[in-house]
């Protein structure tokens, strides 16, 4: 197994990984797991697009990586704990990534700087975008190496300082500007996938299929209660309560909080709802199995197919920003809460519609409503500004006491 024993050449690493999810036409985004010693434990690159589809908006290289560790680990190989590997980034991480890494316990250096949706997007390291409770466990174990150069890419060491394993501690300009534009190269291109989707008023209702058409098959693999649920478009009421109750118990079982998580689309039926399955991974919340699943149900059909197919998969099953995510459990000030808010925006990636502002609700409250948007007004640019990340209760008494009772 390859050992790597400074941070130039583990970002070196990361860099390669990052070109090759630009040669597959995904976020040019890549990195490394390393275990106290140096020794190099998995490599991976961003995965959100292949073969020119969304295949998965929470598969970003950071996320990917924590799940392995975690699957390997069941598999009853022997890793070191959290709290001795270190990943190493050639973007600083997301919202849903800096989330995920603080709930499992993972150190992390960072090459380039994402002054748009970065955890450190103001260069500070005072992680400001991070509730206070999370902000000095940031401070201790995510690391902005010092960039050597004159040039715009050139900056002073910040954050956690790298493990004792890296002997050499600082990054050479020219990799840290190749970090930088193989992402921007990639960025727009991606973002764009995420937009062509018909508009709300292209879109067909998929209750009115037949029940052996592929696409009503294909949700009742993946949901069996799919499309046995209906409401007014966006306004969710008492009949969902015993779906998330339901998945509720199931995420209790599975070490979770009781959350659950339902995808209505734009006219009102249920598509899935979710658990977490946090004893396959400390970070697969009942968000994350919701928009990875719809993601990849949507790329199953589409793979391979004709454009007509294709075409016919986006107008039954649109994209979520014209439907509703309906969560139990309002988010709250943990780790897992900020990852499942980076992992909204990453499954957006872009404004929500103006007719559909409420596009997240939750049910029950876990923090007052004033400390949520404040907490969602100090998200990077990207979340604030372009998505507008707003969660919202519910409007229907009914559903609020039915979640509650059960």
């Not at 250096?109 to 992680?127: E, M, T, W």
């Not at 689309?265 to 199995?289: P, Q, T, V, W």
């Amino acid at each position: 197994m390859k050992r790597i024993v400074d941070v130039q050449a583990a970002v070196a690493a990361a860099a390669a990984e990052a070109i090759a999810a630009k040669t597959q036409g995904t976020f040019g985004v890549g990195g490394v797991m390393l275990d106290q010693h140096g020794t190099v434990l998995k490599a991976l690159h961003n995965n959100v697009i292949r073969d020119g589809l969304i295949y998965d908006p929470t598969a970003h290289g950071e996320r990917q990586l924590i799940d392995w560790y975690f699957a390997e680990r069941a598999k009853g190989r022997e890793l070191p704990p959290p709290h001795e590997v270190t990943i190493v980034t050639s973007l600083d991480p997301c919202c849903m990534c800096a989330g995920a890494i603080l709930a499992a316990g993972f150190n992390v250096v960072v090459a380039a700087d994402d002054r748009k949706a970065g955890v450190n997007h103001d260069g500070g390291a005072q992680f400001t975008a991070l509730p206070a409770g999370l902000r000095e466990g940031a401070r201790e174990t995510f690391a902005y190496p010092a960039v050597l150069g004159t040039s715009s890419y050139a900056r002073a060491s910040a954050g956690a300082t790298p493990k004792p394993s890296f002997i050499g501690k600082t990054i050479a300009e020219s990799t840290q500007a190749l970090c930088s534009l193989v992402f921007e190269a990639t960025a727009e291109d991606v973002m764009d996938l995420f937009q062509i989707d018909p508009p709300r008023s292209a879109l067909r209702d998929p209750a009115t299929l037949p029940e052996d058409h592929a696409i009503v098959r294909a949700l009742k693999r993946a949901c069996p209660d799919a499309l046995t649920y209906r409401c007014a478009p966006h306004l969710p009421d008492a009949g969902l309560a015993p779906y998330l109750s339901q998945a509720a118990q199931r995420d209790r079982s599975n070490g979770g909080k009781g959350n659950a998580v339902a995808l209505l689309d734009s006219f009102g039926n249920l598509l899935l709802c979710c658990h977490g399955r946090y004893k396959l991974s400390d970070i697969r919340s009942a968000f994350m199995e919701c928009t990875r699943a719809y993601a990849q149900l949507r790329y199953r059909l589409m793979h391979g197919a004709s454009p007509a197919v294709q075409a016919e998969v986006r107008q039954y099953l649109g994209h979520p920003k014209d439907g509703t995510f309906v969560f139990a459990l309002g988010p709250d000030a943990g780790a897992l809460s900020f990852m499942d808010l980076g992992a909204y925006g990453s499954s957006l990636e872009g404004a929500l519609p103006e007719d559909n502002p409420h596009q997240f609700q939750y049910v029950l409250p876990s923090m007052p409503e004033d400390e949520l948007h404040a907490q969602c007004a100090s998200l990077p640019p990207f979340y604030r500004n372009l998505v507008k990340v707003r969660p919202v209760q519910v409007e229907d008494a009914a559903l609020i006491q039915s979640v509650q009772g059960s």
